[in-house]
């Protein structure tokens, strides 16, 4: 009788190979937190400010809160919400940071939360590299790094 096996081993690699994108931005870790997709937008050479996207993921028991980050790409980092005021879309900034709870994941992405850079002290250039530190009440600090996209780009093209 002739028994096959399957190697945990080959299985994993298996899986890999399936799920295997080409993936540009690159995925960070801190604590029990998962940041995934950090993206940003050209933006036009009078733009004062652009905006800083990507995914938060807390895989950890308690809440977590991104109470601040920086860059020196621009004069001021600031973690804002848009609300909606009337009919008018206004953003401000999140004084007590952005609260990331156990077990859930937390989307910074256009017309939602996001970072924002302001006075710019260079356009953001298409396909260029965005250095951004993240910090986190309980997580630490994380310096991460933002794929530009297109102008006007609504999402990343992944
Ligand atoms: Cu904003």
Redesign the pocket.
């Given at each position: 009788m002739i028994t096959r096996r399957i190697t945990p081993l080959v299985i994993a690699a298996a899986a890999l190979a399936f799920l295997s994108v080409p993936a540009t931005a690159q995925d960070y870790k801190v604590g029990a937190l998962e940041i995934t997709h950090p993206w940003t937008r050209a933006t036009p050479s009078t733009a004062q400010?652009g905006?800083g996207f990507l995914t938060v993921t807390n895989k950890g028991t308690t809440p977590d809160r991104l109470i601040a980050a920086r860059s020196t790409v621009s004069a001021r980092v600031?973690v804002?919400e848009?609300r909606m005021d009337g009919n008018v879309m206004k953003?401000r900034e999140l004084e007590k940071g952005l609260e990331i709870p156990a077990g859930a994941t937390v989307m910074l992405k256009p017309g939602g939360y996001?970072i924002?850079f302001m006075g710019l002290k260079a356009p953001f250039a298409k396909d260029a590299k965005v250095p951004l530190t993240l910090v986190f009440e309980k997580a630490g600090s994380l310096d991460i790094s933002l794929d530009v996209e297109a102008l006007g780009a609504a999402a990343p093209k992944h």
């Open positions: 400010s905006g600031e804002h848009v953003m996001h924002m």
